[in-house]
């Protein structure tokens, strides 16, 4: 079974503080994903990465950042929190390009007070 | 950019009939249109896809259909379960391979 670890289950932060959101994926996938989840705006594309040391912005790239130094591990990084940065985050994998099925992460809800 | 559009936000069916949930997408070079469902306190996970060249995919009691030049696509469910409740997102992988999801229907079989 593919098996998509991210580091926290809840976390909470304070505004300004910087965040570290981790995710491991342990099927040699060569893309990883980072989306935010919530309420009634579906699944929002933060930052994606299609090989090691590469990342492409998403959708909604401002105030975060990524870092992928090995090929099963995808960082996301929130630089100085904010309180609409308030979500549930989630984290993706797949194999290249021909096959496009998303194995995610279950999930780190993130409050930011 | 892709722009995916789902309808309705909610719905709620009697057990054994029907449900259908709508999609519709703004990039017309998009070629690949998969559903996830997720569960409540869960995941999301893959039910069902399909690519821009074929027009029907059938999987048991699930079904999508896809218009290309309408630029719109369906899920069906037939014969509906309580445990096919759950929060179900259409998305589209657009001419950049991004993967753009709408913004789900969350749909209630009543027993």
């Known amino acids: 079974d593919v098996k998509v670890t991210q580091s926290s289950r809840y976390l909470v932060k304070r505004t300004g503080e910087k965040v570290f959101l981790e995710c491991v994926q342990d099927?040699?996938?060569?893309?990883m994903f980072w989306y935010r989840q919530d309420p009634g705006l579906g699944l929002r594309l933060i930052y994606f990465?299609?090989?090691?040391?590469?990342?492409e912005k998403g959708d909604i790239p401002e105030g975060y950042s990524v870092s992928r130094e090995k090929k099963e591990r995808f960082s996301l990084i929130l630089e100085s929190a904010s309180t609409n940065q308030t979500s549930m985050y989630l984290c993706a994998s797949s194999w290249g390009s021909l096959e496009e099925k998303l194995f995610f992460g279950s999930g780190t809800q993130l409050s930011v007070l | 950019g892709e722009n995916v559009e789902q309808h309705p936000s909610t719905l709620s069916v009697q057990e054994g009939d029907s449900a259908v949930i709508k999609c519709t997408y703004s990039?017309?070079?998009?070629?690949?249109f998969p559903w996830y469902k997720q569960e409540l306190g869960k995941r999301p996970q893959l039910i069902i896809d399909?690519?821009?060249?074929?027009g029907e995919k059938k999987d048991q009691r699930i079904a999508v259909t896809l218009n290309k030049t309408a630029k719109h696509f369906s899920l069906h469910i037939t014969e509906t379960q309580p445990e096919d409740s759950a929060v179900y997102f259409c998305?589209?992988?657009?001419?950049?391979?991004?993967?753009?999801f709408g913004s789900g229907t969350r749909l209630l079989v009543r027993p």
């Open positions: 990039d017309s070079a998009s070629n690949y």
């Open positions: 998305a589209a992988r657009d001419s950049s391979y991004k993967l753009i």
């Open positions: 399909i690519r821009s060249n074929v």
């Open positions: 990465s299609y090989d090691v040391k590469m990342k």
């Open positions: 099927m040699d996938h060569e893309n």
